[in-house]
């Protein structure tokens, strides 16, 4: 016997929700006269910009830095669409963003402003619909299933277009909250979400019923499978699967030959949209680490001072970090990259968690003394893993950050 359609389970319905050009979206709050102009953040801080008089009217003007001036070995953390279109993104290093954008305006990252509106969005996100996955800075899942508006009394209301009114009302909500805009794609599972958050941005409100499936995801490309990375997708498309929908409909024992067994059913789930992994709502970080590279590679002699400060800061920051997230560790490492971009890691486990600066940069220049210095470093980073909440540590005893050991 068929059950009522008003007794059915209600449909899982999970959204994602993507920043739009997060980082750079922050910087043109603080900097509105940018809005529409090719923008790309990276680097350090000595491309600030700067508060000058204009000579020929004697008023203040900002003055911005251009990517044609930059040198150094910085990369792009982000860029506005505008910058993209002109072929730079994400990842690219400057100088060659220079080459093909030198009139771009270069600022410099402020991961503290990017933080505080990580957390003003998602504390709005929270209002409305508690449960969310962490995805990282600027994006989130979020289980809408049986979420509702105050608005939404009636018990038989169609559950697609119920979530279209919460998914408007968490894009109003983390406008209201930050002055920034994001993209939500409302789906069966957060594989399919993850795709169609894509789809419509920026600024997008994309709803992917089951049944759109072969209309809106099936013609894009393979790569756009959260989890095909760019081998798998050369290698499929010498397959004949260039688009998803190509892909649905592989042999299975035909992918086997070419990925064994596990990634080949992986591949065919993931193409036909079936995905049952949950929102994890609460998940406990494996470590907190900092890192840096610098714009010259530094001599551990000649350059002393200065790396011994930068470990500092990075020990200092691992530090707060720690103690927003509420933890404390027992190990305690470090890794270099030196100018052969040969990396090595050292690290150590101490009977007793750690959490503050100075215990943390002890511990790793302890670490430090064990590796090799004699090549110039073009990176350095700190790291604390082993963790555990804070109340149930028992915290090593604490005293001044020394310079001595780096």
């Known amino acids: ?7 059915l389970p ?7 929700l993507d920043m739009d050009a997060f ?11 940018l809005k529409g102009l090719p923008v790309v953040i990276g680097g350090r801080r000595a491309h600030q910009p700067a508060d000058v008089v204009d000579p020929a009217t004697g008023h203040a003007v900002r003055r911005f830095a251009r990517l044609a001036d930059y040198a150094g070995r910085g990369v792009i953390t982000t860029a506005t669409y505008e910058a993209r279109k002109l072929g730079v993104g994400s990842a690219m290093g400057l100088m060659k963003a220079a080459r093909l954008a030198p009139e771009a305006i270069l600022l410099p990252a402020d991961f503290d402003a990017y933080r505080r509106a990580s957390r003003a969005f998602k504390e ?7 449960r969310i996955e962490d995805r990282g800075i600027d994006e989130i899942y979020i289980d809408l299933t049986g979420v509702r508006l105050p608005e939404h009394d009636e018990p038989d209301d169609d559950p697609w277009w119920r979530a279209r009114d919460v998914a408007k009302a968490l894009k109003t909500a983390v406008r209201e909250a930050t002055g920034l805009s994001c993209s939500i794609a409302v789906a069966p599972n957060k594989l399919l979400a993850k795709i169609a958050s894509d789809l419509d941005k920026p600024d997008g409100l994309t709803m992917l019923p089951p049944h759109e499936l072969p209309r809106r995801i099936w013609p894009l490309p393979v790569r756009r499978i959260n989890g095909v990375g760019p081998k798998a997708a050369a290698r499929l498309e010498a397959m004949g699967f260039g688009t998803i929908g190509e892909l649905a409909q ?6 086997e030959t070419q990925f064994g067994h596990h990634y080949a059913a992986w591949l065919l789930e993931a193409a036909n949209g079936r995905d049952e992994r949950p929102v994890v709502t ?34 200092e920051r691992v530090a707060r970090d720690l103690a927003r997230k509420g933890y404390a ?4 490492g470090i890794k270099l990259r030196y100018d052969d971009f040969r990396t090595v890691t050292r690290d150590v486990t101490l009977d007793a ?27 350095l980073g700190v790291r604390v893993g082993g963790l555990q909440h804070a109340h149930d540590a028992i915290p090593e005893q604490a005293g001044s950050i020394a310079d001595d050991d780096a």
């Open 329 to 332: 560790g027992r190990t305690v």
């Open 250 to 255: 592989a042999n299975l024992h035909m992918l």
């Open 353 to 379: 968690p750690v959490a503050d600066a100075a215990a943390i940069r002890r511990t790793a220049g302890a670490c430090l003394k064990r590796v090799p210095l004699e090549r110039r470093l073009r990176l």
């Open 23 to 33: 980082y750079a979206s922050v910087e043109l709050l603080r900097y509105p006269e």
């Open 1 to 7: 016997m068929e059950l009522p359609e008003t007794m």
């Open 124 to 130: 709005a996100v929270r209002a409305i619909a508690p």
């Open 282 to 315: 609460e998940s406990e970080p494996k470590s907190v680490s900092r890192e840096t590279t610098f714009e010259r590679d530094l001599h551990a002699q000649r350059d002393r001072a200065l790396l011994s400060a930068t470990f500092t800061q990075l020990c």
């Open 10 to 16: 209600a449909p899982r319905l999970v959204a994602h």
